[in-house]
């Protein structure tokens, strides 16, 4: 007779904490002004001005922008002050900065409210896989929020996790 096969994975206390459960759906956006720029380097205020007032905003309803400047350009604050002004009856939300820094903020904003109570003494392990593009930042946001409540703390993936924490 053939012994039967029990998945310990499945009858284990592990529970899994998915950071790809809180990617905020929508369209991400690396806005680079470099374009917009004399020789990509010089921004001439004038034609600057022109630029924005002729652009259609209207094609970032719904989305998340991160606007840069892929040259070495001095650009003023200013700029991308002023590009904020026709961003935000748009865009859900808009930085200067890089796609990473974009997810990093969206899931810094996600997670400073996000009740985690029912994982209070409980043995956790934080996802290390996703699809989604999470940040690492978000990886080390998410101890803050766990390491106070949980008995214990652990990385990966259930048949090969790396411990973090153990509550004494």
């Known amino acids: 007779m053939a012994e039967e096969i029990i998945n310990r994975v499945a009858e ?4 899994t904490f998915n950071l790809e459960d809180y990617y905020l759906p929508g369209k991400r956006v690396l806005f680079d002004i470099s ?13 600057f001005r022109a630029r924005v007032a002729e652009h259609d905003w209207a094609k ?10 892929s040259t070495d ?3 003023p604050g200013w700029a991308y002050m002023l590009l904020a002004t026709y961003l935000n ?3 859900n939300r808009y930085i200067q900065g890089s796609l990473e820094d974009l997810e990093t903020l969206l899931y810094t904003e ?4 996000l009740d985690v109570s029912e994982l209070k003494d409980k043995f956790v392990i934080v996802k290390g896989c996703s699809n989604k593009p999470v940040p690492p ?3 080390v946001l998410i101890i803050g929020k766990l390491q106070p409540i949980v008995k214990s703390l652990m990385y990966g993936e259930a048949c090969s996790s790396v411990p973090l924490y153990k509550r004494k």
């Open 110 to 113: 996600t997670l400073k409210d």
């Open 137 to 139: 930042n978000a990886y």
């Open 60 to 69: 970032y309803k719904d989305s998340y922008v991160a606007l840069h400047c």
């Open 35 to 47: 374009e917009w720029l004399l020789e990509g380097f010089i921004l001439k205020e004038k034609e």
């Open 73 to 75: 350009a001095i650009v």
């Open 12 to 15: 284990s206390k592990l529970v």
């Open 89 to 91: 009856p748009y865009a």
